[in-house]
């Protein structure tokens, strides 16, 4: 008996016990609490549910290591534990660190779902919530706003940063006043609060509305017209030129650009740079493609007007963009302390786009790399890179773009220069000199 005591595994419980209140939880739920031995939790959720605690070991806390070390120390005490999360366990909860500790201590751990804030705060709106785009700001960052614009209805949950007001603040500044804006906090509670209404609507509704919602808080907005950014409409991946704050500094052009960014292929967890960035409008597209947090880009740029202009478009176009990152300097010097690279976009070498070549596959030499050429002189040195690495793949083509313009009651083409674009991918290694095969 005592054998089959000690070789036995012990089960853990995490249970998601839904806003508040033991009417939250599900049935299943209320029988794994009945039946264990030892429970653990955070304070607030603990008040939840104490009338299952009666005759059992408790302990108050929420961090997963306190919450381990105290179950193993109970590991011969009991049979059955509960851990009691807010909400739903696999909706921004605290269950994935406790599970993943649990089972390396040889627990055996069953995930009970409950009722989320995203699930109890649309109910109470009497709105559907499948189509919308959940992100969580308490205690994270993320790009809002461009949620906001892509999206006909948007979860938030709160922290300190955006709160309520900043929030409606944000979107009225940033031409999203349009937005119906629900906020509610201490969901299923008593003291429960729901605010809603347009950006303006609730700002001249003053402070006082937004302070009595508290900390915690859940937002949905609707936007009636998604698609729609501050200054431009729809405009696609790549912007039109006009978008873009110009001054002396060449640029890609919008035809060009969108070729190019299709040529390079990004695509989450990507590291671009982009050399002789100029006014940086290739890499600010690439930002509108990669809208995950762990892409980097680097616009590397010589001229300190082109610098200015970087700096004044990604305030304009991706102001929340994260790992955006202007680099001043020449190339190839300027990108030795740069991590390796999976994309490079050369738009300006100044002459040395051999050895900026050699500097980024050193780097990475499965790079994916694409230059653009007016010049015979840097189609040249293309062909000769083609020459001297052995890549997996090339391809140059010859892009000429012809616009049509007005004359008076006429109209007529206007021819631009022809751009080549060149890219290559995977330079596995130096080709031998050919005197060296003879």
């Avoid at 939250?24 to 959720?45: H, N, S, Y």
Wanted: hydrophobic residues 35%; glycine residues 12%.
């Amino acid at each position: 008996m005592k054998d089959k005591q000690e070789n036995r595994i012990p089960t853990a419980y995490l249970i998601g016990t839904g806003m508040g209140g033991p009417e939250q939880l599900t049935g299943f739920a209320a029988r794994c609490l009945r039946q264990a031995d030892a429970v653990a939790g955070a304070k607030r959720i603990l008040k939840s549910v104490e009338n299952f605690l009666e005759g059992k070991l408790v302990l108050t806390g929420y961090e997963a290591e306190k919450i381990g070390k105290w179950l193993e120390e109970q590991k011969k005490k009991v049979g059955t534990a509960a851990v009691v999360f807010s909400g739903d366990t696999g909706f921004y909860s605290g269950a994935g660190k406790v599970k993943e500790y649990l089972e390396k201590s040889g627990w055996k751990v069953v995930l009970i779902p409950g009722i989320s804030s995203i699930s109890y705060f649309s109910a109470r709106l009497g709105i559907p919530w499948q189509d919308a785009k959940i992100i969580s700001l308490h205690g994270r960052e993320g790009n809002y706003l461009e949620a906001v614009r892509e999206n006909s209805r948007c979860f938030f949950l709160l922290g300190e940063h955006p709160d309520a007001e900043e929030l409606c603040g944000e979107l009225l500044k940033n031409g999203l006043g349009e937005c119906r804006i629900s906020f509610g906090s201490c969901l299923s509670y008593e003291e429960e609060q729901i605010l809603s209404g347009t950006a303006k609507e609730l700002l001249d509704g003053g402070t006082e509305s937004f302070q009595a919602l508290g900390k915690l808080v859940c937002c949905f907005v609707e936007n009636p017209f998604p698609g729609k950014a501050h200054g431009f409409l729809a405009e696609g991946f790549s912007l039109r030129d006009e978008s873009f704050i110009r001054g002396n500094v060449p640029m890609t052009k919008e035809e060009i650009r969108t070729l190019s960014l299709a040529k390079l292929r990004l695509h989450p967890g990507a590291c671009l740079y982009d050399i002789g960035s100029g006014t940086g409008s290739v890499a600010i597209a690439a930002g509108r493609i990669l809208k995950d947090e762990e892409s980097r880009i680097f616009a590397v740029e010589k001229n300190p007007e082109g610098l200015e202009l970087i700096e004044k478009n990604r305030r304009k176009l991706i102001p929340h963009k994260k790992g955006f990152t202007i680099v001043p300097g020449t190339a190839p010097e300027a990108l030795s302390a740069l991590p390796a690279p999976t994309h490079g976009f050369i738009g300006g070498s100044g002459g040395k786009l051999f050895s900026i070549l050699e500097v980024l596959l050193k780097k990475n030499q499965e790079a994916r790399i694409v230059i653009t050429a007016i010049t015979l002189e840097t189609l040249s040195e293309c062909l000769k890179a083609m020459k001297h690495w052995e890549f997996a793949r090339t391809e140059i083509i010859q892009a000429g773009i012809t616009q049509t313009v007005e004359a008076g009651p006429y109209h007529m083409q206007k021819a631009g220069n022809p751009v080549y674009i060149v890219t290559l991918e995977g330079g596995g290694g130096q080709k031998e000199e050919e005197e060296n095969a003879l």
